[in-house]
């Protein structure tokens, strides 16, 4: 007989356990052969060395996949112990040798979907900065909020900070009802729709609460530090030059930051440039920063939404074509 204990201090061991106990009864059925205690944090294995090591190795992988995602459902619980073996769930080793990004509420998987998705997963992961530009639609912003959601269930950052320049498409601001933060919300809107989609409601009011994710417009980042934090830069297109340069010079030595952006959308002022092609021009060749683009094929709404896509930049380049000395002629007169 061979005795191990197991520590839960990384999860929410009503999480773990269950209501009333469901999934702990299931751990039990599991491994009816093994005497099975529970102890505040802690559980006790009991029984041959062989099936302790089977328990323990599955119950490990349960507190992973918790860290990762926060909440488990009793059926999915079930199914990492081994219960149904034909599950179509991907388990937490799955998710290290696939596309998985992150598991959202009630098993939910987030996936990179494209290969330029993945690219961007894997360029990410290979530098401190990362450059996503592309369409709309392309899956850039919840790409890159689901690679931060990752980087803070496997304590790779302590914090999330997502942020977008405080420019309006068409629209103004300042004509809408309420505060500050009620004018801002629904343009922040987006982020916390990704966020959604990734974390259980508890765990995201907890995190925004205590700070540990922030979602800001770009001017409340000047004369700060962001350090040991996965910081998105969210629509850099509307970003003028000194405020992405502000951003950019805001990234403290244990962060990672992504930036993102489509520069056929740009909702500036004509009388002001967007800083995010010179950015992309001037650091493309510094080591650590990366840059990936995303196109029309990269698309995951409506299929229509590609063929939109491929129209405007159709005219875009007719509007833009040089006209002949002929044309001019006719323009000045």
Request: glycine share 6%.
């Given at each position: 007989?061979?005795?191990?204990?197991?520590?839960?201090?990384?999860?929410?061991?009503?999480?773990?356990?269950?209501?009333?106990?469901?999934?702990?009864?299931?751990?039990?059925?599991?491994?009816?052969?093994?005497?099975?205690?529970?102890?505040?944090?802690?559980i006790k294995l009991t029984g041959q060395p062989e099936v302790v090591a089977i328990a323990?190795?599955?119950?490990?992988?349960?507190?992973?996949?918790?860290?990762?995602?926060?909440?488990?459902?009793?059926?999915?619980?079930?199914?990492?112990?081994?219960?149904?073996?034909?599950?179509?769930?991907?388990?937490?080793?799955?998710?290290?040798?696939?596309?998985?990004?992150?598991?959202?509420?009630?098993?939910?998987?987030?996936?990179?979907?494209?290969?330029?998705?993945?690219?961007?997963?894997?360029?990410?992961?290979?530098?401190?900065?990362?450059?996503?530009?592309?369409?709309?639609?392309?899956?850039?912003?919840?790409?890159?909020?689901?690679?931060?959601?990752?980087?803070?269930?496997?304590?790779?950052?302590?914090?999330?900070?997502?942020?977008?320049?405080?420019?309006?498409?068409?629209?103004?601001?300042?004509?809408?009802?309420?505060?500050?933060?009620?004018?801002?919300?629904?343009?922040?809107?987006?982020?916390?729709?990704?966020?959604?989609?990734?974390?259980?409601?508890?765990?995201?009011?907890?995190?925004?609460?205590?700070?540990?994710i922030e979602i800001a417009p770009l001017a409340y980042m000047r004369g700060r530090t962001l350090d040991n934090a996965f910081i998105i830069l969210d629509e850099a297109?509307?970003?003028?030059?000194?405020?992405?340069?502000?951003?950019?010079?805001?990234?403290?030595?244990?962060?990672?930051?992504?930036?993102?952006?489509?520069?056929?959308?740009?909702?500036?002022?004509?009388?002001?440039?967007?800083?995010?092609?010179?950015?992309?021009?001037?650091?493309?060749?510094?080591?650590?920063?990366?840059?990936?683009?995303?196109?029309?094929?990269?698309?995951?709404?409506?299929?229509?939404?590609?063929?939109?896509?491929?129209?405007?930049?159709?005219?875009?380049?007719?509007?833009?074509?040089?006209?002949?000395?002929?044309?001019?002629?006719?323009?000045?007169?």
């Amino acid at each position: 007989m061979t005795e191990a204990i197991i520590n839960l201090d990384t999860v929410n061991p009503i999480e773990f356990f269950g209501i009333n106990n469901s999934k702990f009864d299931i751990l039990k059925r599991k491994f009816p052969l093994l005497k099975i205690l529970a102890r505040g944090t802690q559980i006790k294995l009991t029984g041959q060395p062989e099936v302790v090591a089977i328990a323990q190795n599955k119950i490990e992988q349960v507190i992973k996949y918790l860290e990762r995602n926060g909440h488990l459902s009793d059926n999915y619980f079930g199914r990492i112990l081994g219960e149904d073996e034909t599950r179509e769930t991907p388990s937490v080793e799955d998710a290290v040798n696939n596309d998985i990004l992150v598991f959202g509420p009630n098993g939910k998987v987030i996936r990179a979907k494209t290969p330029n998705q993945k690219l961007m997963a894997a360029t990410s992961d290979k530098n401190d900065i990362t450059f996503a530009i592309g369409p709309a639609g392309t899956g850039k912003t919840y790409t890159a909020v689901a690679l931060a959601v990752r980087a803070l269930k496997n304590k790779a950052v302590r914090k999330i900070i997502l942020t977008r320049p405080a420019v309006e498409a068409g629209e103004s601001l300042g004509f809408l009802p309420g505060d500050l933060k009620e004018k801002i919300d629904p343009y922040l809107r987006p982020l916390y729709d990704a966020l959604d989609d990734m974390l259980p409601s508890d765990k995201l009011n907890y995190y925004m609460a205590n700070r540990i994710i922030e979602i800001a417009p770009l001017a409340y980042m000047r004369g700060r530090t962001l350090d040991n934090a996965f910081i998105i830069l969210d629509e850099a297109q509307n970003a003028t030059d000194l405020q992405l340069k502000m951003f950019l010079t805001r990234i403290g030595a244990s962060a990672k930051a992504m930036i993102t952006g489509d520069l056929t959308q740009v909702d500036l002022p004509k009388n002001q440039r967007s800083g995010l092609e010179k950015a992309c021009r001037i650091l493309k060749h510094i080591d650590g920063i990366g840059q990936i683009e995303l196109d029309e094929s990269d698309v995951v709404r409506h299929k229509l939404v590609k063929h939109i896509i491929k129209a405007y930049e159709k005219e875009h380049i007719i509007e833009n074509k040089p006209h002949s000395i002929a044309e001019e002629k006719k323009v000045t007169h």
